[in-house]
T-cell receptor, first 116, second 112 residues
């Protein structure tokens, strides 16, 4: 099956700093990747759709200047949380689709962000 | 926006029992997906459904895509302790948007 990795798996940072999270598709090329955020005991909420070679599409209510997304290659998308605050602490999960192959999304293992 | 309601929210069952959970939507989907999420990990795909009425099995798991395209159910038979986790349904309406909407989740606990 398709494998998606994320790095780091866990990060703690000080308030006001920026944090970069990487999402990689290991055994396939992904023209589209997705970034989700999950708060404790809640479902996954889509933040943005990351398209290789073009700008990301953000969901309503998600600040694009705060959550910078770069999809520079067919196997890598990055999410940068800029000027992080404690309320940004969450579980961030990426997913990727195999191009032209049904509609199934494969998820990464997630990144736990704690902002102090 | 689209809403996916899952039920039950949470359930306890005895090891060896069967359990069903279902998902209903306020709008139609072209694809239904069922995922399992263990604590601190990303969701893992269990079953994908692509046609209305489709019934698909994966080992002890069976899922169906409702005829109305607004609902789906997942059944787990002969439960074992490692079935514990949170199960999410997800719907994909690929009308050019390719976005997946997740359900509210069902927390399953299996009593050995």
């Amino acid at each position: 099956g398709a494998v998606v990795s994320q790095h780091p798996s866990r990060v703690i940072c000080k308030s006001g700093t920026s944090v970069k999270i990487e999402c990689r598709s290991l055994d396939f090329q992904a023209t589209t990747m997705f970034w989700y955020r999950q708060f404790p005991k809640q479902s996954l909420m889509l933040m943005a759709t990351s398209n290789e070679g073009s700008k990301a599409t953000y969901e309503q209510g998600v600040e694009k200047d705060k959550f910078l997304i770069n999809h520079a290659s067919l196997t890598l998308s990055t999410l940068t949380v800029t000027s992080a605050h404690p309320e940004d602490s969450s579980f961030y999960i990426c997913s990727a689709k195999i191009p032209n192959y049904q509609e199934t999304q494969y998820f990464g293992p997630g990144t736990r962000l704690l902002v102090l | 926006g689209q809403q996916l309601n899952q039920s039950p929210q949470s359930t306890f069952i005895q090891e060896g029992e069967d359990v069903s959970m279902n998902c209903t939507s306020s709008s139609i989907f072209n694809t239904w997906l069922w995922y399992k999420q263990d604590p601190g990990e990303g969701p893992v795909l269990l079953i994908a459904l692509y046609k209305a009425g489709e019934l698909t099995s994966n080992g002890r798991l069976t899922a169906q895509f409702g005829i109305t395209r607004k609902d789906s159910f997942l059944n787990i038979s002969a439960s074992i302790p490692s079935d514990v986790g949170i199960y999410f349904c997800a719907g994909d309406y690929s009308g050019g948007y390719q976005k997946v909407t997740f359900g509210t989740g069902t927390k399953l606990q299996v009593i050995p």
